[in-house]
């Protein structure tokens, strides 16, 4: 199973990015009841999960991106989003997406680099 992940760019400190996370070869019967995250990993940094969805589309966040990241799926189209407002410099990293119950092989993520 791949996980893809898009949407990333340049932007600048206090803009906005939209980013996709698509499982194309997962079938909806496997996709809509799983737990989805997405993850970051900042240069010389650890792997961090910074949002989370359950299956009835529950969300939790990171305290760091609270209140600036919107986490969303669309099971029927196997997706989730992570709606990305406010970015700071400090959110610059390569974002993924996985289950965070029992991941997925991890794929090359989406570069974000925010800009001050």
């Known amino acids: 199973v791949q996980l893809q992940a898009s949407g990333g760019g340049l932007v600048q400190a206090g803009g906005s990015l939209r980013l996709s996370c698509h499982a194309p070869?997962?079938?909806?019967?496997?996709?809509?009841?799983?737990?989805m995250a997405w993850y970051r990993q900042a240069p010389g940094k650890q792997r961090e999960a910074v949002a989370t969805?359950?299956?009835?589309?529950?969300?939790t966040y990171v305290d760091s991106v609270r209140g600036r990241f919107t986490i969303s799926r669309d099971n029927s189209n196997k997706k989730v989003f992570l709606q990305m407002n406010s970015l700071r410099p400090e959110d610059t990293a390569v974002y993924y997406c996985?289950?965070?119950?029992?991941?997925?092989?991890w794929g090359q993520g989406t570069l974000v680099t925010v800009s001050s």
């Open positions: 996985n289950d965070p119950s029992s991941p997925y092989p």
């Open positions: 070869r997962m079938i909806f019967s496997v996709f809509a009841p799983k737990h």
């Open positions: 969805i359950t299956p009835n589309k529950s969300t």
